[in-house]
């Protein structure tokens, strides 16, 4: 499988819009920093607020492209996509910054075309699905893995308030849990009704 971008790629930020309102943008502000100073060692903030201008009726994807500037705004009429089967597929993909380039996620996706999403394994224990965190619930509280491929910003929320813990989770653990939520900046927080996770791929 071809590498994840270079250090020149293109970063991402996909931030929810709906009814002129911008959501949790510290959040998104404070990835972006964090980005930028990973792989340009900057130190000056680009400021997102002042690049978008949000559409005043509906619900929109605005996707910020960007790299030692913002190069890119969109405003993308959202519809969710629906969720209801994910199979888990191992793989060492390293996806630690939310490049513009998805190439390697979706080659995976296309290999598994029988389920909606893939649940990616790495290193022997569960991450994320292709466009989402996840979470599962015990019957007392809502875990998501310790490790994910990438911190979203709706779980690192959630973390903040003492909603999400988050533990190391193997395929072998997912009979211990009665519940099953998928999260990321669109969708916000989605307990998926009779999710279907298939794991039994060796």
């Known amino acids: 499988m071809s590498p994840l971008p270079s250090n020149t790629a293109l970063l991402l ?22 980005s930028r100073k990973a792989l340009y060692n900057s130190s000056e903030s680009l400021i997102l607020k002042e690049h978008i201008k949000p559409p005043q009726k509906g619900l ?12 890119k705004v969109e405003y993308l009429p959202y519809k969710a996509k629906e969720i209801q089967t994910l199979k888990v597929i191992p793989s060492n993909l390293d996806y630690a910054l939310k490049y513009a380039n998805r190439d390697a996620l979706n080659t995976l996706l296309a290999a598994l075309p029988e389920a909606d999403d893939i649940l990616i394994e790495k290193e022997g224990y569960l991450t994320d699905t292709s466009i989402a965190n996840i979470a599962f619930y015990d019957g007392e509280q809502w875990f998501t893995p310790e490790k994910p491929l990438l911190e979203g910003t709706m779980r690192q929320k959630l973390l903040d308030q003492g909603f999400l813990q988050t533990r190391n989770i193997k395929k072998e653990d997912l009979p211990l849990y009665t519940q099953v939520a998928l999260m990321n900046a669109m969708i916000g927080f989605k307990i998926v009704k009779d999710i279907k996770i298939i794991y039994n791929y060796n």
């Open 13 to 34: 930020e996909s931030i929810k819009i709906e009814d002129g309102v911008i959501s949790n943008l510290s959040y998104h502000q404070k990835r972006c920093d964090k």
């Open 60 to 71: 929109y994807r605005c996707r910020i492209l960007y790299n030692t500037e913002v190069q």
